[in-house]
């Protein structure tokens, strides 16, 4: 009787632990909890032909100011000259007005460079704001709540990708969301979407399947100013050391 009693209350152990694994290799609701998405961006640089259609198509889906100097993706034109000089302008010549580099015949090279917040992993715009108006989503993304961010700034000085500004009728900071509006629809950022080139790819890291999942398991990849430790999740192939 002891024997049975002993073997009854350990095939009760066993059963009990086994439970929960049978429901996980079964594919019960257990073992199938949804992880949670990363988005994160791709950028192929020696696709990119500099058009801009990026920047306007960001400005008309995000209500960008469209005055000089707001912006929440810019273009970058960098050309590395021989004797070891690099010049850096932005492609709106507003901003920046055109030099003759073009034909200038010590230019060693020449290419675009999108530039847009980088989505950190460990953003420190969100460690400094005061009043927690940033913040990051589930999904990774940074974003600024209108209603509490008080303009002070301390973000926008803490960003060192220079990625954020002072709205000039809110008053409050702005930046680039991935177009969070967009992709929780399960739609493609602006930028993303009228790029001809498809120079930008936009995905979940999350998932194996995920556009930006093959494109840096088929290219090699880097982020911007990787010293920084803040994890960047805009990632660039081709990108040339000159770059920063």
């Not at 920047?55 to 993706?73: G, I, L, M, S």
């Not at 398991?217 to 000159?242: C, F, I, Q, W």
Request: proline share 8%.
């Amino acid at each position: 009787m002891k024997r049975r009693l002993f073997i009854s209350r350990l095939l009760g152990i066993v059963l009990g632990l086994l439970g929960p694994l049978s429901g996980r290799l079964r594919g019960s609701p257990a073992g199938n909890a949804a992880t949670p998405k990363r988005f994160g961006m791709g950028i192929q640089i020696d696709k990119c032909i500099g058009c801009g259609r990026c920047v306007d198509a960001c400005k008309e889906e995000n209500a960008v100011p469209q005055e000089p100097f707001y912006f929440r993706t810019w273009i970058e034109r960098y050309s590395v000259k021989a004797d070891g000089d690099t010049i850096v302008q932005n492609i709106d010549e507003r901003i920046t007005p055109p030099r003759e580099v073009e034909v200038d015949r010590d230019v060693l090279r020449s290419f675009f460079v999108p530039k847009l917040c980088n989505q950190c992993e460990n953003p420190p715009c969100v460690q400094v704001c005061p009043v927690g108006a940033t913040f990051a989503t589930p999904e990774g993304i940074v974003l600024v709540d209108d209603k509490r961010c008080i303009g002070c700034r301390y973000c926008i000085q803490a960003c060192p990708y220079g990625a954020r500004y002072l709205h000039p009728v809110k008053k409050t900071a702005d930046k680039c969301t991935f177009c969070y509006h967009r992709v929780t629809k399960g739609m493609l950022p602006a930028c993303v979407e009228v790029c001809p080139t498809q120079a930008r790819v936009f995905g979940d890291l999350s998932s194996t399947a995920s556009p930006l999942t093959r494109f840096r398991r088929m290219n090699k990849t880097a982020v911007l100013k990787p010293h920084l430790n803040t994890e960047p999740r805009v990632y660039y192939s081709d990108l040339d050391g000159e770059v920063r």
